[in-house]
């Protein structure tokens, strides 16, 4: 009886690394789809491996691009800024307002305000999995980091909250400003100009007026 207990034990302690291993598999297939949806501007693919908390990120950040005023958006943390400012000046007014969440990440996406090089030396490190929930290591240029980008299984699939790339990257350049010496606006305005774009008046401006 007891061999027979032990090698059910084993067998169990085989399952469930199995399911370890293809949990781990589905995290990083999720990580990697994003990524290569990033660096190919196809935002479509981008939504359908993101979580409901960046879904709700992004209605959150819908929400500001319309209505949020000058007072508002000067007070935002510097990415939410750069995104408010870059999507007002490229969209035109009727795009913005048939956008709910998920068309500004596709939209996003595709026109680059999510920069393929924000992933393109981007990997997973060790992943740690509790339950419908996963937490892996960030690499850059394949070093560990001291950042974690989120990841959650939502019916059945592993998604990615992106939102907690966008945390990771915003604490990195609030590093990079500190050490400049720039403040938030002056570090906004350069990334605006590495894209080509400047903030104009009206970018400041709620768009729903």
């Given at each position: 009886m007891i061999k027979y207990y032990l090698t059910f034990l084993a067998f169990l302690a085989i399952v469930a690394q199995s399911k370890a291993q293809s949990d781990q598999a589905a995290v990083t297939s999720a990580f990697e789809t994003y990524k290569t949806s990033v660096q190919n501007s196809k935002g479509d693919i981008t939504a359908k491996v993101a979580d409901s908390h960046t879904m709700a990120y992004f209605t959150k950040m819908i929400g500001i691009i319309k209505n949020?005023?000058?007072?508002?958006?000067?007070?935002?943390?510097?990415?939410?800024?750069?995104?408010?400012?870059?999507?007002?000046?490229?969209?035109?007014?009727?795009?913005i307002m048939g956008m709910d969440g998920k068309a500004l990440m596709v939209y996003a996406v595709n026109k680059g305000i999510i920069t393929p090089g924000s992933v393109a030396n981007n990997a997973l490190g060790a992943i740690t999995i509790t339950n419908n929930a996963a937490k892996a290591e960030l690499l850059m240029n394949k070093k560990k980091t001291k950042y974690f980008l989120e990841f959650n299984k939502e019916h059945g699939q592993w998604k990615m909250d992106?939102?907690?790339?966008?945390?990771?990257?915003?604490?990195?350049?609030?590093?990079?400003?500190?050490?400049?010496?720039?403040?938030?606006?002056?570090?906004?305005?350069?990334?605006?100009?590495?894209?080509?774009n400047s903030a104009g008046p009206n970018a400041w401006k709620k768009v729903n007026r």
């Open positions: 949020a005023d000058s007072v508002s958006v000067d007070s935002l943390p510097i990415l939410d800024k750069y995104m408010v400012l870059l999507v007002r000046t490229k969209a035109t007014k009727l795009e992106v939102s907690s790339l966008f945390r990771a990257a915003g604490m990195l350049i609030k590093e990079v400003q500190e050490d400049n010496g720039f403040t938030d606006n002056e570090f906004v305005e350069s990334m605006m100009d590495g894209t080509g």
